[in-house]
Structures are given as structure tokens and as C-alpha cells.
DNA sequence: GTCTATACGCCGATAGAC
DNA sequence: GTCTATCGGCGTATAGAC
């Protein structure tokens, strides 16, 4: 492994462990390099943030991505929720310290609304699917249905912090575990009961299985 | 109004507009005082924070405090939204970089702890007073309440967050109204809907109302 | 590609005059 | 109580040797 994704695998590292208030001298430090190096390989410190911001959002959108069903499955749909419990995790800094990121550059800004804004527009795409299975009494109108999604994605980026924060260490599987159970609770009146619990099996099931790892 | 509690008010109007990265020396410049001044009134930066942090969750456990009844009424339940709402807005910093400001100190993190602790508890206490009003056929576990009021605070104190960094402006009414509605929603399922349509008339006609100002 | 050395600026905090 | 002046430290970023 090369020196720069050494240095975006303990950026994400340190960022997650500290805040994204990391700077470059403690991550070279971290890495055992010198500080000069981190700028053959990128072009300043949020290169960086912005790199990992990329990663994050690719990897979210191809788990949250349900485009080519007509009709979603309670393991497809599970699948979102573990996949993307785990992603939110690997990455909980990006959320944690939204605001400064955010706050210090323009281009991230613009990067970071469209993730959440692609992000939210998934889950609402899902449930529209999910709903058709699930039969359900309970109908959403559609600003309803988008206010639901944001909450979701509300609990799901915001649950990491609350955790770290509350919990006073950093996050391991049972926490992420508890974040599932809290999505869970979510969706539970707005779908069937035999669909939940398909739902709610599968994630645990899903969850159990050691993730996918690349290459 | 003397100089101390300028700085306060200038430090939650800065950092809620830029989070709290912002400086002593931003702050003096904004408030047009000497930088030397600030230490004269506190001790450090974070006896700033602190201060806000002790001011913000006194307000809001006054509104939150439901312990003197034995069954909630839809005014006060919709009342404890609405204070919540105003109070959350009015000290948005606070969440938006929440782990910023509790990885600098130690007695902060725990001050936050409690605060957020206790809050979960307060709505906790709400919530199994409102059940009784609502006589709702939904029933949760002890284990799934305390999930749905955790639920509850993250999206209490995480649009703020999700606005500012999305809508790519600072707060207003409608935003507040916005997560008045995201509230309403999550608690639908829950009640009776004549329990649910007397809190959500309320929570609009209490929000229309000047909040209360201190003397 | 990686290093050392260093410039530059900003911020938190203090000293001491008024 | 408020100011000016300033110290020391840290963080980003660059220059140039190897």
C-alpha cells in the first residue's frame, strides 16, 4: 500500500478518533512520515477531507441503490440498513463534524449537500418500494414521506456522535448494532408485521456475516 | 447589559452563524472589545462555553420538566416541543459540533453527557404520561421507548445542523417549524389521533405566539 | 518519493499601563 | 474594567536537499 491511501485510511482513522480538527503534523505523525510528504501527495489538507467525502458517498450510493427493483425485497431492503449502518461507521467523522468541514471550504459544501440530498432521495425511493410490499394502513403523503427519509438519515449520521459522545469511547459492533435497532423502531408502524419482521431478521442476520472486503 | 454578558451573547451569535471554531480574537473584533477584555470576564475560552452549555440545558429542562403531573395534556405535551424547539434553535452550536467542543475538555464532555442524559430521561418520563392519555394500541418495550426518545433527540438536535449544511443558510421560523413537523411525525404512530390532532394544533398555535423574553 | 528546515500566520493567554 | 503590546505555541504550506 502506497504512502497516499496510507494517508486517507489514518486520516479517516485519527479524524474519526479525534474530530476532524487533525492536523497535518499529527497525521504525519500518526503515519511515521514527515509532514512535507503529505503535500507530494495532495494538494493541501482538505484534499484530503475531500478525497474521503468521494469515497464515502460512492460507497453509500451503490449500497443505498435500489433503481433497477420495481419491488423491494425485505432482504434488499435489510441490506440497505446493515451496508449502509456500516459505511455511515467507517466514515463518522464526515457527519460528526459536518459544520466545520463544511465551513471551510465551498467546494465541500457543495459535495457534502449533494450527498445528503442523493442520499435522502435513495431512502425515499426505497420505501416507495417498500411500501408497496408492505400493504401498510398507514399512509405517508409525500412531504410526509420525505420528512421521514430525513429522519432517518438524521438518526442514521447522527447516532456515531451520539454514541461517541454519551457512551464516552469510540464506536465498536454493538453500537452499531443499537443504531440498526433504531432504524428499525422507525420504519416499524409504516410497514406490515410480517415484513418487519422479515426486515428485522434479515438484519441481524445480514449483520453477522463479516462485511465484504475489497481487494 | 455589562460586558460579560455581551461576550456570551456574542459567542452563541458567532458560533451558531460559523461553529465553534470561532476565536477569542473573532469574537472581540465582532463585539468591539479588546481581546484582552474576554480574560478579564473568563478565564479561558472553554469558561465561555461552559457558561452557555450550563444556560442551555437549564433552559431547556424547565420546559421539559413534566415531573409535578400525572397525565400529560396535549397543551403541555405540544408545549414541551414547541420550548424545546426554540431553546435547541437558540443554542444550535452546541449540537452542530458537538465533538469538537467535548474533545477539548474533559469536564465539558461530562457536563454534555449529563445534559443530554437527563433530557432523554425528562422526554422519556413525557412519553409514558402521554401513552396513558393516548391509550394507543401500540405498545412499546421499555427497551424500544428509550430507542424512540434517543431517536427523538438526535433529530431534535440534529436539524439544525442538517439545515444549515443543506439549505446553505442560517435558521429561520420555517426551520423551526420544519422540525416542529419532523417531530409530529415520529410520534404519530404512538398516540390516538385525537391525542396526535390536539398536540400538532397546539404545537402551530403555541409556535405563532411570542416566545416568552427574560426580563 | 521522502526527507529536513523553515516561513508565515493565527490563536490563546498574560503583563502591565491607564 | 478596559486597553495595548506581546509572548509562545501550533498548524498549514513551501523550498530545496537527498
Known sequence: MGNREKIIRGAIELMNARGSAVGTSALAEHLGISPGNLYYHFRNR???VAEILTRCADDLHAILDVS???EISPER???C????VR???EYRFLFSSALELVSSDASLTAAYRKFSETSVGQLKLALSLARAVAASERALTDDDAR???QNMWLIWTGWPRYAQVNLGRDMDQTDQMECLRHLTLLIE???TPAFFQA??????QQFAQPPKTLA
Chains 1, 2 share one sequence.
Open 147 to 149: 420528512r421521514f427519509c
Open 81 to 84: 440498513y446493515v451496508g449502509g
Open 68 to 70: 433497477d427493483q420495481s
Open 199 to 204: 426486515v428485522s431478521e434479515q438484519a441481524v
Open 87 to 89: 459505511v455511515l461507521f
Open 189 to 191: 408502524p409504516y410497514v
Open 46 to 48: 482538505e484534499a484530503i
Open 77 to 79: 431492503f435489510a441490506s
